[in-house]
C-alpha cells in the first residue's frame, strides 16, 4: 500500500505537489547593511592604526610596546564590537524583504561557535604554531556571512584567551587579526553557487594565506619592541617607512614562517579533509533556524 508523503511544516516544507522540494536560497544570520558596513570600517581602521602607528614614529619616540596602549584599544575595540552587534540588531528585516538582522537564534549560533573555536585552540597553541580553530574560523565565516564572521573571530579569540590564560597586551590586536580572518571568508566569491571539491579548494587556499597573513599581521604588533635585533631585521624608529618594511619582511622570514607555515599546512589539510562535513553541518543548522524566515505570532484559537 503506498502512502502519499507526508507534508511537513516548517520554513522547508514540500508544499502542494508540483512544487520544488529544494530549500530556497541560504539566509545568513548577519548580512551586511549600512550600519554594519560602516561600523566594521570604523573598527578594521582603528585597527590599522594601531598596528601601524610605530612606523610612523620619530626617532625621539619612546617605544616601549603596546603595555600602555593596548588597554585603551581594548576599551575601544569592545564597544566597536558591540556597535557592530546592534546595527545587526536594529537593521533587521526590512518592510521590503531586507537582509536578516541578528536575532536570538544567531546570538545562541554565535557563541555555540565562539565556544567551538576557543576549545580547540588549546589543541595546539604553542606547538610549533599549530592552531586548528583556523579552520573552524574560516569555515564559519564562509557560510555564516562577513559580518557574523567578524564578531565571530574577535569573540572567539576573547574566550580563548580566558581559558588559557593568554590575556595580555595582545589581546585586542589577535581580536582584530582573527575577526578579519574571518570577515575575508565570509566574502568570497560564489557563496550561494559554488559546492563541493572546487569550495573546499577555494577554502583551503583562502585558509593558508589568511594563516600567514595573520602571522604576519601579528608578528608587526610585536616587532616594533623587541631589543636586541640584529640591525638588517630590527626596527628604526624614525627611519622611512619603506626601508622599515624590508627590515620587516626579513624578519618574518627569518623568525616566525617557521610557525606560520605549520598553521597553514595544517589549516589547508582540515579544510579539505573535515570541511565538507563541517559546512554541512554548519549550512543545515542555519536552515533549520531559518534566519531569514519572518517571525509570526498567532493568537490562540478559542
Known sequence: MNRAPRQRSGPFSLGRPGSPSRPGPLGRPVSLGRR???TLLLTSCVGVAAFGWPLLASTRSALVGHSTDAPWLFALLLPLLLAVVIAQISEGRTAGGGAPGLDAKAVALL???????????????????????????????????PGFGFVLGSLSMFASALLTGGVGPWLPFQMLAMGWVCLGAGLLPGAATLRGRRELVLLAGYGAVASLLYGTIMNLQGWPYIAGLSGSISFVPGDEVSAN??????????????WDLPRAALTVVLCLTLGATVLRALR????????AAPVEFNPPKS
Open 36 to 38: 554594519s558596513i560602516a
Open 111 to 145: 557563541g555555540v561557535l565562539a565556544a567551538a573555536g576557543a576549545a580547540l585552540r588549546p589543541l595546539g597553541a604553542g606547538t610549533a604554531g599549530l592552531e586548528p580553530m583556523f579552520f573552524l574560523m574560516v569555515l564559519a565565516g564562509r557560510v555564516l556571512g
Open 245 to 258: 618594511l624590508v627590515r620587516f619582511a626579513a624578519y618574518c622570514l627569518t623568525t616566525s614562517l617557521g
Open 284 to 291: 543545515r543548522a542555519t536552515r533549520r533556524a531559518a534566519f
